[in-house]
C-alpha cells in the first residue's frame, strides 16, 4: 500500500478567493474529518465560502504553531491561480509545509520551487503516487469491496465511504478506507488520484489500492465522478471496473440542476443502479447495490426525511443521509 | 491541431523478439498503410512474427537509405525490454532516429539518451502529446464525427477508420483521419494516444482532437479499447463522450476466444451497439451504429461471406470486412 504521505499537523486550510462550497470541498472534507487537526482558515479578500474555523493570517497560524498550509480549494482542471502564489511564498516563508491535490505540481511553478529551496520547507503534491502502476489484470480476489458512486462529482462519495468505514470499524470489522481523490487522501494520508494516473491504468491503480484480503475484510473504496458525467465518466468507469465492488452505494444531491461543470443533465438513480450494474458485472457479476445516500443538506428535515422514505420505498433499498441520520441503515445489511 | 511528429521516411520497422501478431501491430499498420515508406524488417533471433518486410540488419537498413528506425512492436503495458536497447543504441549510432509509440519515453532510458545525445539523431515519443489538455466541456461543436469501437482491442478498429476515411476521400467528401493510437500516429503523422493522457483530460483530449470544423466535414476518429474490456473501458468511455460521435462503427474479430490480456469473454455485437448508444447518448443524443466491420482473415472466404450476411441480417447494419471486401457498404451510406 502507499505510504502516508507525512502531512504534519496542525494545519492551516487555505482557500483562496473560492466563491464556492464545491470548489472548496477539499477544505470542508478535511475539517469535517479532521477536525482536531485544524487549527484555522487562510482566505483572501473576495472568499465568498466559510469553513467554520478561526479566519488566522499566515502569519497568526505560524505564531499558532500550525506546520503545513493545505490548500482546501480544487478549481476544475487543477490549475494554480497566478493570485495565490505570493500567499504561498508567504506561507513557506513563515516555516509552514504546503500539502495540495491539485494536478499542478507544486514544484513546477518557479516561484515556489524557489521559496522551498530556500526556506527548506516541503511541497507536498498529494495527487501524484510514486508508485508505477500496471495496466488491470481483470482477475477476481479475495475479500469484500464496497464503492461509492454518484449521479454527478461532490455529491457526497467520499463522506458515505468514510462514514460507512467508520460505522464497520466501531463493530469490529475489519475495513479499510481506500483514498481515490486528494481530499480522501489528505484526511486518510494514503490513497491514489485516481484522476491523474495515465488513462491506460487507471483500473490497474483500482485494483493495486484494493488488493487482495483476508475474505471477511471490507475495502470501502471512495467513488469519482459519475458514468453519466461527459468529462469524468472513464475516470469512473476505470475506478468501477478495477474496484471490482461486491456492493456499490449510490450517492446524490438532489437539488442539482445540471452536473458540476458541464449543461449535462443529472441522471435518475435507477439509471446509476442499472448502469453500474451493467457495467459493474464485467469484473463482478455478483454486483449489486447496496442502498442510496442522498446529500439532503440544502432540505428542511422534513423534506429531507420524505425523500429518503420515498427513495426507499420506490427503489426497494436502504436509503439515508450520513451526515444528518447516520449511515446504520446502509452499513447493518453488510454484516 | 498538433502538428505533425516529423518522422523521416524511409522506415526501418523493428519487431524485436515479437512472437504473436497482436504485438506487433504497429509494425503491420505501418507496412499497410505506408508501404512505400517501409525499406526493411528488423528482427531479432527468435523473433516470430513476419511482417513481410525483407529482413535488414541495421547496418543494412543504414546502407541503403534509411532514415528512421520505427519500433513496431506494441507490449501490453507500454515498457521496453533491456534486450532491445544494443539495438537501438546500435541504430543511433548507424545514424538513424528512432520513433516510438511506447508508454515508456525513449529519453528516460539512459543508454539511449546518452546515444543520441552523442550523434545528434532524435528520439521521437509520439504517444506524449505536447498540448496540456484540460478537462471535457461536454458541449455540442459543428462538423460530422464518426468513432470505430471495438468488442476487444486489435480488432480492427484503426484499420476502419482508415479505411472509412480513405473511401471519404476518393469520394470527394472532406473528411479528416483522427488517430489515437500510437500505430495510427505514426501513420497519420499527427493525433494523440489518449490512452497515455492523465485520466481527468481522456474526454478533453478527444474534444480537442476533433475540433469544431464546417457542418460536412466528417472527422474519422479512430477508437481504442472495448467498453467490456476490464482494463481499457475507461479509455474507450472518455474517447466516446469526447469524441461525441454522430455515427459509430464497430469492430469484430469473430475468432476470439477471451478478451486481449485477461480472461474475461468478449461481448456479442448486440452488447456493445446497445452499450454505445446508451453511453454515447450522453453526449451525442442522435448517436447511432453506421454499421459492423469484421476481421475474417482467419476464416476461409466463404464462411466470411456467410458470417457477414448472417450479421447483416440478424442486426439489420451494413456489415463488411474492409481489407478482404472494401468499405463501401458502409461508408456510401454516410454520403
Redesign the interface.
Known amino acids: 500500500m502507499s505510504p502516508g504521505f507525512g502531512i504534519a499537523p496542525p494545519y492551516l486550510i487555505f482557500i483562496g478567493d473560492a466563491q464556492d462550497e464545491v470548489i472548496a470541498k477539499t477544505g470542508f472534507g478535511v475539517v469535517k474529518w479532521r477536525p482536531d487537526d485544524c487549527l484555522g482558515q487562510a482566505r483572501m479578500s473576495g472568499c465568498g465560502v466559510d469553513l467554520g474555523l478561526p479566519d488566522l493570517s499566515i502569519a497568526q497560524a505560524a505564531a499558532n504553531g500550525a506546520r503545513t498550509l493545505i490548500i482546501g480549494i480544487a478549481p476544475?482542471?487543477?490549475s494554480l491561480p497566478e493570485r495565490w502564489i505570493a500567499s504561498l511564498v508567504e506561507a513557506l516563508e513563515a516555516g509552514l509545509d504546503i500539502a495540495s491535490g491539485l494536478?499542478i505540481r507544486l514544484g513546477s511553478i518557479p516561484a515556489l520551487l524557489a521559496a522551498a529551496e530556500r526556506t527548506g520547507r516541503r511541497l507536498i503534491d498529494v495527487r501524484h503516487s510514486l508508485h508505477n502502476f500496471?495496466?488491470?489484470?481483470?482477475?477476481p480476489r479475495p475479500g469484500k469491496r464496497l464503492l461509492t458512486v454518484g449521479t454527478d462529482c461532490a455529491v457526497g462519495k467520499k463522506y458515505t465511504a468514510l462514514s460507512i468505514h467508520a460505522a464497520l470499524q466501531r463493530r469490529g470489522v475489519p475495513a479499510t478506507f481506500r483514498a481515490t481523490g486528494q481530499t480522501g487522501i489528505l484526511i486518510g494520508e494514503s490513497g491514489v488520484a485516481?484522476?491523474?494516473?495515465?488513462?491506460?491504468f487507471?483500473?490497474?491503480a483500482a485494483e493495486w489500492l484494493s488488493p487482495a484480503a483476508a475474505p471477511e475484510h471490507w475495502d470501502i473504496i471512495e467513488g469519482q465522478g459519475s458514468?453519466?458525467h461527459?468529462?469524468?465518466?472513464?475516470?469512473?468507469?476505470?475506478?468501477l471496473?478495477?474496484s471490482q465492488p461486491d456492493v456499490f452505494v449510490v450517492c446524490h444531491e438532489p437539488t442539482r440542476q445540471t452536473l458540476t461543470?458541464?449543461?449535462?443533465r443529472v441522471p435518475g438513480l435507477d439509471e446509476v443502479i442499472n448502469?453500474t450494474n451493467?457495467?459493474g458485472r464485467?469484473?463482478n457479476p455478483d454486483i449489486r447495490c447496496g442502498g442510496v445516500s442522498i446529500n439532503t443538506a440544502r432540505l428542511e428535515e422534513a423534506a429531507a426525511r420524505d425523500l429518503i422514505e420515498e427513495t426507499a420505498a420506490r427503489l426497494g433499498l436502504p436509503c439515508t443521509d450520513p451526515i444528518r441520520f447516520g449511515i446504520d441503515r446502509i452499513a447493518e445489511p453488510l454484516l
Chains 1, 2 share one sequence.
Do not use: I, N, Q, Y
Not at 500496471?134 to 482477475?139: D, L, P, W
Not at 461527459?230 to 475506478?239: E, I, N
Open positions: 476544475s482542471g487543477g494536478h500496471t495496466v488491470a489484470k481483470g482477475e485516481v484522476d491523474a494516473v495515465v488513462a491506460d487507471v483500473a490497474g458514468l453519466f461527459p468529462a469524468f465518466a472513464g475516470v469512473s468507469l476505470g475506478l471496473h478495477g461543470g458541464v449543461k449535462a448502469l451493467l457495467l464485467v469484473t
